[in-house]
């Protein structure tokens, strides 16, 4: 089992790579160290499942430790024969996590296109993974690899994951709210306003550092939850003793100390294994009942290693509000406010993420094919992607519906 000291170093890596771009890489660098791996990859999936389950679209986020010829042939078409993602699609879709070697025998992966294609040429052997977000036509994950004739992961290094996991989970929600954001502070008021995003940063103590005018509107209705004294003040007293102990846990966590409080958990591996681990706490999710007729707010509270993104030392969680009767701004709406996108190139990113081609996109449209080529040479410059498949990684990568 890893050291606390080793497992808190992760997990300052992983949230500080959640609110910093590039910085993911160290915490995939150091992962793959303490696991004794060969590369790592986060990744996410969109596919169908009629009889047999379609992969449709596969995305590489981050990934260590592949050279670009293997990911760029990955991302042209190996995606759709890769095995172990089918396996686990098919058959172990409900599994936290799991090893290659739950998913197939050594002598089916050797008789595979894939193998002889893909993973002796790039020196590709045994995988783990670990599932970090599902819903019935889409999933993500993180995948940890060997070299070929390495020896297989096991319980060992699923604890590892183990211990990961709830991190893991949050600090991917965390990082797909986040990117509303501008990296650069000159943008990152303008996208505050723009997104509607509604985010507080905590210290230690509970006190409110800072917050988007998203969440001074809802904080000034005084509806169910508001300031009082600089510290989140709940109406319902039970909510406010959630709300108090998730804090606390969540700026533990960031502030290096949550190893200090570890909590045991456990997640279900693939062929039916309970795998147990210790870890920090990962903040976590309540409710906040408003006066009728409106719903309860939803709050959810995670660690948080302030970067570039949100520049403020004393930050150690991070607090974001959202109204469940609200509507979420579509995926297109997102990458238009970013980009400065014209309503007829955000459109045209909107056909091409529903899977349409460039021809159908114009008939759609009312535009030649001239016209409709321009304005996606268009959205390509101003989202600095030179391809359709990064346009859609791209924007599959930003929340929304």
Same mark, same amino acid.
């Given at each position: !089992? ?24 160290? *915490?995939?660098?150091? &992962? ?14 969109? +596919?169908? $499942?009629?009889r047999n389950v379609r992969i449709e679209i596969s995305s590489l986020n981050e990934t260590v430790g592949y050279p670009e010829e293997a990911l760029s042939l990955y991302r042209e078409y190996i995606w759709q024969k890769d095995f172990y993602l089918q396996r686990v699609l098919e058959r172990f879709r409900t599994a936290d996590c799991g090893v290659s070697q739950s998913l197939m025998t050594e002598s ?13 040429? +790039?020196?590709?052997?045994?995988? !783990? ?11 993500? #994950? ?9 020896? +297989? *992961? ?17 600090? *991917? ?9 501008q990296a650069s502070n000159a943008m990152l008021t303008r996208s505050m306003g723009e997104m509607e995003i509604a985010i507080c940063m905590a210290r230690q103590d509970g006190s409110i550092l800072r917050s988007t005018e998203g969440a001074d509107r809802i904080l ?32 533990? $966590?960031?502030?290096?100390?949550? !190893? ?36 309860? &707010? ?9 970067? #570039? ?11 974001? *509000? #959202? @109204?469940?009767? /609200? ?22 990113? @909107?056909?091409?993420?529903?899977? &349409?081609?460039?021809?159908?996109? /114009? ?16 959205? &390509? ?13 791209? !924007? ?6």
């Amino acid at each position: !089992m890893v050291t606390a000291e080793r497992l808190s170093r992760l997990l300052l890596l992983l949230y500080e790579g959640a609110s910093t771009p590039g910085r993911t890489q160290a *915490f995939l660098n150091e &992962l793959v160290d303490v696991v004794d791996a060969k590369g790592a990859v986060l990744r996410e999936h969109v +596919f169908s $499942t009629d009889r047999n389950v379609r992969i449709e679209i596969s995305s590489l986020n981050e990934t260590v430790g592949y050279p670009e010829e293997a990911l760029s042939l990955y991302r042209e078409y190996i995606w759709q024969k890769d095995f172990y993602l089918q396996r686990v699609l098919e058959r172990f879709r409900t599994a936290d996590c799991g090893v290659s070697q739950s998913l197939m025998t050594e002598s089916e992966r050797k008789r595979s296109e894939t193998y002889a294609d893909y993973q002796v040429p +790039f020196d590709i052997g045994p995988m !783990m993974w670990q599932k970090l977000a599902e819903r019935p036509d889409y999933h993500a #994950s993180i995948s940890i690899t060997r070299r070929n004739g390495a020896p +297989f *992961f096991d319980t060992p290094e699923l604890e590892i994951l183990t211990a990961l996991a709830p991190h893991l989970r949050q600090a *991917f929600r965390l990082s797909r709210s986040l990117s509303e954001l501008q990296a650069s502070n000159a943008m990152l008021t303008r996208s505050m306003g723009e997104m509607e995003i509604a985010i507080c940063m905590a210290r230690q103590d509970g006190s409110i550092l800072r917050s988007t005018e998203g969440a001074d509107r809802i904080l000034e209705t005084r509806d169910g939850i508001w300031l009082n004294n600089g510290r989140l003040k709940a109406a319902v007293n039970a909510e406010q003793k959630t709300l108090d102990s998730i804090i606390i846990g969540a700026c533990q $966590t960031g502030a290096n100390r949550g !190893m200090d409080y570890a909590i045991e958990i456990q997640s279900q591996a693939a062929g039916n294994t309970t795998v147990r681990s210790s870890t920090a706490q990962a903040g976590g999710a309540l409710l906040i009942t408003r006066r009728p007729p409106l719903g309860p &707010l939803q709050v959810v509270i995670s660690p948080f290693c302030p970067g #570039s993104l949100m520049n403020e030392p004393e930050a150690t969680a991070l607090i974001q *509000f #959202s @109204d469940p009767t /609200s509507i979420p701004k579509s995926r297109a709406a997102t990458l238009r406010a970013l980009y400065r996108l014209s309503p007829t190139e955000s459109r045209l990113a @909107d056909l091409l993420l529903h899977g &349409l081609e460039v021809n159908e996109v /114009s008939d759609r449209l009312k535009l030649t094919l001239e016209t409709t080529r321009y304005h996606l040479k268009q959205v &390509l410059a101003k989202t600095g992607t030179h391809r359709q498949s990064e346009l859609i990684r791209l !924007m599959l990568s930003l929340p929304g519906r």
